[in-house]
């Protein structure tokens, strides 16, 4: 096809020379001006009167044409439509910007979510905590929350947030009892609310930029984001509620001799424990500020230089599936075998997390120990696979090295990762953890 039909026939699908009124976004002017329209009439017109075919006179009118329609989608979607603001939405909410917001909700379902959902309420019961997490961390003048819809499509229900008529939050996330929550905790399949995700409702002309296949790397990138958190936020609550405990014993028995031995043995055998939980906690702490800042505020910054500098649509579009792909790429959501370990790894501190909670004194280790092993076995999988040589020698080099650096400031991953992913050998500060 010769180049000049290419160029036609890419901006047929984008864009239609017809008076064509603006749907929802108060866009009071056609889509393409009169004069203009008239102007591409008359080019298109002299080609067709002509007695003979020029090549070069077909080009320069596919030339112009391709100019015009151009200056006015760039015009129509990025300055009418408000482009840059719609990115920003995006940002906060499917790349967690409005880290608040989403520590909120999290909090807020933190029990619902300690039971698997039920198919036919799950998008239904996560409402209360969404509304609350809004009311309290949302300002009226953020006008792009309405646009924003809460999801699991497996369940096939959309709940759409609002800010009123808020349901009152009950004392059981289920209507039973406490007791409940905890015989469930045993039987509960922690990825159970994986599914979670957001819809963004998508207004003309917009759908033009915001297709479904761009819609579809935004959730995969927010599902991931929101698992990492709820991780963190689970290994610091873990941390609080145990010092708590342990605050509150020690308060109780400090004139009981006997008792206050037995709370000062129990801090000793969990000792090993704790360990455990800050090497966990390490781990993703470093994985979420590499994210959070090397990779996202860094790309976006750069997606904004390009659409400053840019006023051609095309490039814009070409600009955003840039930015979009160095997310995927540089949260390594691109490579099975790291975001299989890494999925992992933030299954086993969920579990740690519940299994510590729901321990009482009479229970053994052998369980939190499995866990413990497993999670140095796939931690140091995770750094030998990214401090691999096909890794340091891609676009992810400048800030996985960082990340890296992080990570081993201390050579505690460097002395212990092995270059074989399937051999695991202990970790040399790290007790056993059934020792009592």
Known sequence: MPKSFQKIHGLAGRF??????????????????QSEADKIEAMLLNLKES??????????AVD?????????????????????????????????????????????????????????????????????????????????????SLRMPSFGITV??????????????????????SNALSEVSVDGWDGIALGYSVDWPLHLFFTQEVMSKYIRIFQYLLRLKRTQMELEKLWASVMHQYHSDFAKHRNDQEKS???????????PMWRVREHMAFLIRNLQFYIQVDVIESQWNILQ????????????????????????????????????????????????????????????TSELEHIAEEFNKKSNSLYTIL???????????PFLRRFLLRLNLNSFFESTARGVLNV????PTLPALNQQ
């Open 16 to 33: 239609h020379f017809h008076r064509e009124p603006a749907i929802n976004m108060g866009i009071g002017d056609d889509l393409l001006p």
């Open 51 to 60: 007695s003979e075919f020029h090549k070069r006179s077909f080009e320069c």
């Open 64 to 148: 112009s044409v391709q100019t015009i329609a151009a200056s006015h989608l760039w015009q129509l979607v990025v300055v009418r439509a408000d482009l840059n603001g719609h990115l920003k939405a995006l940002k906060d909410y499917f790349l967690l910007a409005k880290g608040d917001f989403f520590q909120c909700f999290l909090e807020e379902s933190r029990q619902l979510m300690r039971l698997p959902p039920r198919q036919s309420t799950a998008e239904a019961d996560l409402t209360v905590p969404f509304q609350l997490a809004a009311l309290k961390t949302i300002g009226e003048e953020d006008k792009y929350f309405s646009k924003v």
């Open 160 to 181: 759409k947030p609002s800010l009123i008529d808020l349901p009152k939050p009950t004392s059981s996330v289920d209507g039973g009892t406490g007791a409940s929550l």
């Open 261 to 271: 031995s037995e709370t000062q043995q129990k801090q000793q055998r969990f000792r």
């Open 305 to 364: 230089s390009h659409i400053q500098e840019s006023h051609d649509f095309t490039e814009l579009v070409g600009f955003h599936q840039e930015y979009l792909s160095a997310l995927i790429s540089q949260t390594f959501l691109d490579i099975g075998s790291v975001s299989r370990i890494l999925d992992s790894i933030m299954k086993l501190c969920l579990q740690f997390c519940w299994n510590i909670e729901n321990q009482d004194n009479c229970s053994n």
């Open 387 to 397: 401090r691999s040589s096909r890794l340091a020698g891609s676009q992810r080099a």
């Open 424 to 427: 695991v050998r202990p970790r």
